[in-house]
């Protein structure tokens, strides 16, 4: 197994232009540590309860200098265990889940920074709206209070065909573009692209991938 700091330099990219974001499902504190220690500063967890454990078990001094992010399905009812507990939700795939985190923010007295998930490949396995479901809902989702829409987040489709990725992402990032320009409202984030497909993501305009296995293996 090689150390975090060899597998960051075989990813090698610009980090100053696009967020790396180490996903910890898997991983123990110790390598949550190390991989802080090699400069990763942005982290995520599928589940509050394991963020939890883990950032209870981190030092004070990194816990503090992290960034949390929470990339996994969120039901409505857990939304206010999540809601200010990490800086960016990128799983918000409803106007319902949407209008929970604005109220549960609106509570905690926060401006909660959320990413819109999209299911592009409409893969019956994957959560997250469709293209055309985002466009109905999106002036709903940006009017509520105490949330801060940052940009759209998809998992790429699961096939071994890269043009049928590259479509992926780039149908993704026309959605964005769209967006911005329909409603004047600026969305500086597209998270797409994870171990297998974040060289694509980041030719078609990524600036935050999602990496856990490239990293810690």
Known sequence: MNSVLENLKKIDINTAKVRLIAVTKYVTTDK????????IRNFAENRYQDAEQKRKELP???ENDIIWHFIGHLQS????KVT????YIHSVDSFKLAKQISEDAKI???NQKVLIQVNVSKEETKFGLEIDDVKEVFSKIIELDSINVQGLMT????????AVIRRSFRELRD????????????LPELSMGMSNDYRIALE???????????LFS
């Open 60 to 62: 004070p001094e990194i």
């Open 84 to 87: 200010g507990n990490f800086e």
């Open 204 to 214: 078609e305009g990524s600036t935050m991938i999602r990496l856990g296995r490239v």
């Open 108 to 110: 905690k007295n926060i």
């Open 77 to 80: 009812n857990k939304a206010k």
């Open 175 to 186: 959605l964005k573009n769209e967006l911005q320009e329909k409603f004047h409202y600026e």
């Open 155 to 162: 998992i790429g489709p699961n096939v071994m065909d890269e």
């Open 32 to 39: 949550i540590i190390e991989a802080y220690e090699a400069g």
